[in-house]
């Protein structure tokens, strides 16, 4: 498919997606800061579609950008994103979705660190896959094992490390402030 077929279907694919948000034109333009006209000729393929204009789009419909151009369908359903290290520690992404939900498999090697309690917005889930994880959250330092898993709100002072008997490999999810993953063994009232 060429470039200016591609471009062609942008068009009609923003009017599908937005009728099937239910959303108008007036509150689209609202949500974006984009003129209804500008709206009005992109859809009807008066208007090349570019990035300054896309992005705001994928945005407020909150879907990524290939749904909106058309990109062709992942065929590998394979996340073959790189580790990235930072402060020896390896973290390797396992979405992606930016300023969605982010989640990493993360290694800390062995050693004993000094908490520095840190905090910032969003919400943490963290499932241990093996090691011993130290956390530290508030007032609350504890050792959670392999299995075990722990949630949070980042605006509490935390911090998490090896409890230096070796590495630690967990699963961190975390999301902007509001989106809470809950994790029970057994519902509420139930023995």
Not at 174 to 181: D, L, S, V
């Amino acid at each position: 498919m060429s470039a200016e077929d591609v471009l062609a279907e942008v068009g009609p694919r923003l009017r599908r997606i937005r009728k099937e948000r239910e959303v108008t034109l007036a509150a689209l333009s609202e949500a974006t800061g984009i003129s209804v006209s500008t709206l009005s000729r992109l859809e009807s393929g008066l208007r090349k579609p570019s990035l300054e204009l896309l992005l705001p789009i994928a945005q407020a419909h909150q879907v990524p950008l290939d749904e909106l151009v058309g990109a062709p369908p992942v065929t590998d359903p394979r996340v073959r994103a790189k580790p990235l290290v930072r402060h020896g520690r390896t973290f390797w992404p396992l979405t992606r979705q930016p300023g969605g939900l982010q989640a990493f498999k993360v290694l800390v090697p062995v050693g004993v660190e000094e908490p520095e309690p840190r905090t910032h917005e969003g919400y943490e889930w963290l499932y241990v896959l093996s090691g011993r994880l130290r956390m530290v959250i508030g007032e609350h330092d504890v050792v959670l094992a392999a299995g075990e898993a722990a949630e949070f709100d980042t605006r509490v002072p935390h911090w998490f490390g090896s409890t230096g008997e070796g590495p630690v490999e967990f699963l961190s999810l975390f999301g902007p402030q509001g989106e809470r993953m809950h994790v029970r063994a057994r519902p509420r009232g139930k023995a």
